[in-house]
């Protein structure tokens, strides 16, 4: 006997997924945000949609759960999911979210990426300027210690995936810490100047 799936997705999912898309793509933008991707899954007995939200420069919480509101208040007054009941899912687009379209290469402008071309060459880079069919990246020459600059097409891009730098966190904790160090330093000769200031003081009152 084959076990029944907790979770699928089909045809019909495949059909309600592309006029939940088309319903809540207006719906979305009139909140400023943009509509970034919809997944709709079935969990035993209940649908589960999932609502992907962004903007150019990033999105905030406050954005998210104006975008949530606008689609809850949509899905409500349409029948696009029938009588079903559903779980509704607002959220942004994690950062392993692969890019695969212009507006995604501009919101990472001065990151790292993984990039896998379509004839299978791989590459690290860090985006510096994009335009709507490619994007100028940057690559490290480990050898010569120098950079040279090159540009992708996206048509040629398979896929490309934001690199999480931890160098970079360790390298800002590393100057907070030099930091403390020159603040300690700073009230220790604060403490030396004014306890000779107050020697001074002593003697002038004993003469």
């Not at 495949?14 to 939940?20: G, H, I, L, P």
Request: glycine residues 6%.
């Amino acid at each position: 006997m084959t076990a029944r799936p907790t979770a699928r997705t089909g045809p019909d999912n495949a059909a309600r997924r592309e006029s939940v898309r088309a319903l809540l793509a207006p719906v979305v933008a009139a909140t400023g945000t943009e509509l970034e991707d919809v997944e709709l899954r079935t969990v035993g007995r209940r649908l589960v949609l999932r609502v992907l939200v962004d903007t150019a420069t990033g999105i905030s919480l406050d954005e998210v759960a104006a975008a949530s509101q606008a689609v809850s208040e949509a899905l409500d007054s349409s029948d696009v999911l029938g009588d079903e009941p559903y779980t509704l899912e607002v959220s942004s687009p994690g950062i392993d979210r692969p890019l695969t379209e212009p507006r995604h290469w501009r919101r990472n402008v001065g990151r790292l990426v993984a990039v896998t071309r379509t004839d299978g060459r791989t590459l690290t880079a860090r985006v510096v300027a994009v335009s709507d069919d490619g994007s100028t990246v940057e690559l490290e020459e480990s050898e010569k210690g120098r950079t040279a600059r090159t540009t992708l097409a996206l048509a040629d891009v398979k896929r490309a995936v934001v690199e999480v730098e931890f160098s970079r966190a360790a390298s800002a904790d590393a100057g907070a810490a030099d930091a403390t160090t020159d603040d300690a330093d700073d009230l220790d000769d604060d403490l030396e100047a004014f306890a000779e200031d107050t020697d001074e003081l002593d003697t002038d009152e004993e003469g």
